[in-house]
């Protein structure tokens, strides 16, 4: 989610009244099919209408239009048959412009029949139904001034009246103080839907808002009601209470929630297995990572069909971060360019789309840029003319990748935004993450970036925000060569990171280490080195870096191939450092990497093949040696990329099906 969500919708309503939007309270085979259930006050209407209403409450929606339709061409002056079909389409099929279309047209029916201020002796209870019912629609439409207008008219006339769900809209229109207002009212009522709604609505406008605090402290009272009244927490109020603590760097807190929130009813909106992801991807703790991941369509599929798209994007970015931090980037530029060009709707999510577009391209970007460097490695062995054929598809990559950047430029064009960014964990930059927040240096330029995070520190009094801003700022430094000034940046901010930005404190041991050996001090260097490959080695191919080795081999035609393919490899520079060393394996050879207090990270080797070359066999190899080394520590087999994002527009790779091997 990473943004507040509204828990108006996972409301039902009693018979008597009309609820958030006007949903009916029955739920679906609670009366069985053929018994008459018991009829509404100020809801008469003929026996065929009813009928029609009654599989609505029963949740048979599908028979229910089948049903209107019918009506609507004997009738078409029906106005209960052209709202129930209204009904159907925005809760069954989630066509919400069909569905005001509809629901319009029995609004007008009905005023054209009864008048826009129908009597108590008239059916009143269609008419109320109609303006919670529209308003709902265009709030789904991001028709906020719409909703806005066909609540007062509910008000006007109907009790109890919607006082907190004006909130939400007045809030998405920014209109901060009249939605604070609004819930004021609704928690001045006794009535404990509009106190739960005014709850939701108070922690998501705080954040907004920007004061992070009180929106902790709002956020928590939501989960502390709902626990007082003796009732379960909603999942959207406890996935909110976490987003709040993640943006006061509260990450444990947030993660114990999460969990919390995974048992909890499930809500329209929100999915905390899908925010479990992205914690667990930012803490570099993979296998857990891709086990969320995995339970995120199951979980959406949950969810009434109206809301299952409200927050797909929102997977593909959380999977696309997740292939891009494990290194696999043709399965995450599958999803980027799904998720640039399916947008989500986001009327009730709280962020600004800005972020959605910005964090994205990042990635995609960033995709592109990893596949350019996969081409490169896997011609280190070969011809040159191999090499050259290589380095010419890396160039195609390479292009994609700034048609990204210049994406993102475009959409943090404005100083603001670009300022918002740097803001880890609030409203303008709830959900990027961290370790991903170091790109827009090559992206955006180091000198921009640099007055981009000045600003926004002087604007950040959070405590603990500051060690974000060091990491930050140590990426501009070392972008400009200050590595001087990078290495006191980034050792400030490794001993202010907690260790659950595992992600982030990677990058900043190899921008340390990289910023020591610039300077000619790889005794300084090397332990730096060392931390990153065993946290996050990845990084050094995400931010292009050579790793300093010396080699070492017997001497023979295998292992001086192999020799001369690791000096030609963009991962490496062949002179002093840590160790690679070459010997036999089986007829074959293998390359292990040390680090200079003797641990050993990893080794590749292969068995040779009948008819195969000594150029192949150690370009086979050195394949392993780089895959084994800048892999994260966990591997991942054959991924079912279907079931991970739900869409089944993944084709299969026989790489990858969510067995994870340590």
């Not at 150690?618 to 780089?626: G, M």
Request: aromatic share 8%; with cysteine.
């Amino acid at each position: 989610m990473r943004g507040f969500a509204s828990v108006c919708g996972a409301l039902l309503t009693l018979s008597a009244n009309i609820g958030c939007t006007g949903s009916p309270a029955l739920a679906q085979n609670e009366i069985p099919e053929g018994i008459q259930l018991p009829p509404e006050p100020g809801a008469e209407g003929a026996p065929d209408e009813l009928r029609a209403w009654d599989l609505v409450r029963v949740g048979k929606l599908a028979r229910a239009r089948t049903a209107a339709e019918r009506i609507a061409k004997k009738k078409p002056r029906s106005y209960i048959a052209h709202f129930v079909l209204g009904y159907v389409h925005h809760y069954a099929e989630g066509n919400f412009p069909r569905a005001l279309f509809f629901l319009r047209k029995s609004l007008s029916l009905f005023e054209a029949k009864h008048g826009s201020k129908p009597t108590p002796n008239q059916p009143w209870r269609w008419h109320a139904r109609l303006l919670k019912e529209i308003a709902a629609a265009h709030g789904d439409l991001d028709q906020y001034e719409k909703r806005l207008e066909f609540l007062a008219k509910y008000n006007a006339q109907y009790a109890p009246k919607a006082v907190a769900e004006r909130a939400w809209p007045l809030m998405k229109l920014g209109k901060y103080n009249a939605a604070r207002t609004a819930l004021q009212e609704g928690l001045a009522t006794s009535d404990e839907r509009e106190i739960e709604i005014a709850l939701n609505a108070k922690c998501a406008i705080e954040f907004e808002a920007g004061h992070d605090g009180a929106s902790y402290r709002a956020c928590r009272e939501a989960v502390e009601y709902a626990r007082a009244k003796g009732s379960k927490p909603t999942a959207v109020d406890l996935a909110n209470f976490a987003e709040a603590a993640r943006s006061l760097f509260k990450l444990d807190e947030a993660e114990r929630v999460l969990l919390d929130a995974t048992e909890a009813p499930v809500s329209w909106y929100g999915n905390p297995w899908l925010e479990l992801a992205e914690l667990y991807t930012r803490q570099a703790r993979f296998a857990e990572a891709l086990q969320a991941l995995k339970k995120v369509p199951a979980y959406r599929a949950k969810r009434p069909p109206h809301v299952r798209d409200a927050d797909r994007n929102e997977g593909r970015r959380a999977l696309s971060a997740f292939f891009v931090a494990a290194g696999r980037p043709v399965e995450a530029l599958r999803i980027t360019g799904e998720a640039m060009v399916f947008p989500d709707r986001r009327a009730h999510t709280s962020r600004d789309p800005y972020q959605d577009r910005a964090v994205t391209t990042l990635l995609d970007r960033r995709a592109n840029l990893l596949s350019a460097e996969f081409e490169r490695e896997k011609a280190c062995a070969r011809s040159w003319w191999r090499r050259t054929v290589a380095y010419a598809r890396s160039l195609k990559f390479r292009f994609l990748a700034w048609m990204s950047e210049r994406q993102t430029v475009q959409t943090l064009s404005e100083t603001d935004k670009l300022v918002g960014i740097f803001r880890v964990g609030t409203a303008r930059s709830a959900i990027t993450p961290p370790w991903l927040i170091g790109e827009l240096v090559s992206t955006m330029g180091p000198t921009v970036v640099r007055n981009a995070i000045a600003r926004a520190r002087a604007q950040d009094e959070r405590p603990g925000a500051s060690a974000y801003y060091d990491a930050f700022a140590t990426e501009a430094a070392w972008a400009l060569g200050e590595y001087q000034t990078a290495r006191k940046l980034g050792t400030r901010a490794l001993s202010r990171l907690g260790p659950s930005d595992a992600l982030l404190r990677a990058r900043m041991h190899a921008l340390l280490a990289d910023s020591a050996y610039e300077e000619g001090s790889i005794r300084v260097a090397l332990p730096h080195y060392e931390q990153a490959l065993q946290k996050d080695p990845g990084v050094f191919r995400r931010l292009g870096l050579k790793l300093p080795v010396r080699i070492e081999s017997t001497g023979d035609a295998l292992s001086d191939e192999l020799a001369s393919a690791i000096r030609r490899s963009v991962r490496f520079d062949v002179s002093s450092g840590l160790l690679v060393r070459i010997s036999p394996a089986q007829s074959s050879a293998q390359a292990c990497l040390f680090g200079a207090s003797g641990v050993r990270f990893a080794c590749g080797t292969a068995p040779p093949k009948t008819n195969q070359s000594l150029d192949q066999l150690a370009q086979r190899i050195v394949d392993a040696f780089h895959k084994e080394v800048f892999a994260p520590r966990v591997e991942l087999i054959q991924a079912d990329l279907n079931s991970l994002d739900g869409t089944g527009a993944i084709s299969r790779d026989p790489t990858s099906d969510g067995v994870l091997r340590r």
